[in-house]
Nanobody, 126 residues
Framework: QVQLVESGGGLVQAGGSLRLSCAAS????????RGWFLQAPGKEREFVAA????????YYADSVKGRFTISRDNAKNTVALQMNSLKPEDTAVYYC???????????????????WGQGTQVTVSS
């Protein structure tokens, strides 16, 4: 059974930092793209960041460019999201995702990802 488990969420003041981590089990994702998405209350799931399987390409939503950094450790089957200069509008549940199909394309839409974590809450206070 494939599982993605996020950790590292919490409550932080505006301007602070958090580091989210996502550990995968049941399948190795070292050859597959990984991504992070967020979902705020009453809104649809939105793309945050994605990384290619070799980590040679990264993609970010405009709203997080320069503040967030996605990285991966294929040996540990993990992906991380370093979030700096957090803003109240970053408040949401953050989900990690894994693409189950090997492709050179790194997708930024949620429908292309096959595996999802349960989400971790990030709350940024003003």
């Amino acid at each position: 059974q494939v599982q993605l488990v996020e950790s590292g969420g919490g409550l932080v003041q505006a301007g602070g930092s958090l580091r989210l981590s996502c550990a995968a089990s049941g399948r190795t994702f070292s050859s597959y793209a990984r991504g992070w998405f967020l979902q705020a209350p009453g809104k649809e799931r939105e793309f945050v960041a994605a990384i290619s399987w070799k980590a040679d390409r990264t993609y970010y939503a405009d709203s997080v460019k320069g503040r967030f950094t996605i990285s991966r450790d294929n040996a540990k089957n993990t992906v991380a999201l370093q979030m700096n200069s957090l803003k109240p509008e970053d408040t949401a549940v953050y989900y990690c995702a894994a693409d189950g199909d090997f492709t050179i394309v790194v997708f930024t839409t949620s429908v292309e990802y096959d595996y999802w974590g349960q989400g971790t809450q990030v709350t940024v206070s003003s």
